[in-house]
């Protein structure tokens, strides 16, 4: 069956995947800017109309106001099984990889990665969580942290002095938040 229309397919009510409005404006985003993308990563349908696999491609296709949908961009797969539909769409969410944080700081950085769709924040995290696993490795742990957590309007003088006895000791260290 070849689909034509976007009112001819259907998201999945029970896709096991959360949709985010973020993931949707993205999605949107990258198909006005690399549209071929869409015919090697198309939106893989049932017989009748639902998406297995390329939901938040499909909700990004309604958001752009699309009605008729490109040759290609939308895929049949009516020769599953039931049972092969539900591995489908598990596996078409899974991810088996895992990102080369380093290869993607080292050879990727100079391209648009989170424009791309890469957590950046996992690329930093993950430097960050390497450096801090090998300072634990090389030298035993010589710092304890205390999180001390109150009203400032409630508080009274007693603790603000202690505060300030402890600030003036060699060696400690006090960070001040607020929220």
């Known amino acids: 069956m070849k689909f034509t229309k976007l009112s001819q397919i259907r998201a999945n009510p029970e896709n096991p995947r959360r949709i985010t409005k973020a993931d949707i404006e993205k999605a949107a985003k990258s198909i006005q800017e690399f549209s071929q993308m869409m015919k090697l990563r198309p939106v893989v349908v049932d017989e009748t109309g639902m998406a297995l696999g390329g939901n938040v491609r499909y909700h990004a296709m309604v958001s752009l ?3 008729e949908i490109p040759e290609g961009w939308v895929v049949c797969a009516d020769e599953l099984s039931a049972e092969q539909k539900s591995e489908f769409i598990v596996k078409d969410n899974s991810n088996f990889g895992a990102w080369d944080f380093d290869e993607l700081a ?4 100079e ?4 424009d791309w769709g890469i957590d950046i924040t996992e690329l930093v995290g993950s430097s960050e969580e390497k ?12 710092k304890v942290h205390i999180l001390i957590s109150f009203d400032i309007d409630t508080v009274d003088n007693d603790l603000l002095d ?3 006895k402890l600030r003036k ?8 938040s607020a929220n």
């Open 169 to 176: 000791i060699n060696g400690v260290e006090i960070e001040q």
């Open 131 to 142: 450096l801090k696993q090998e300072e634990k490795e090389l030298q035993p742990y010589k």
């Open 106 to 109: 080292n050879k990727w950085s």
């Open 65 to 67: 106001g699309m009605e």
């Open 162 to 164: 202690i505060l300030e």
């Open 111 to 114: 391209l648009p990665l989170v």
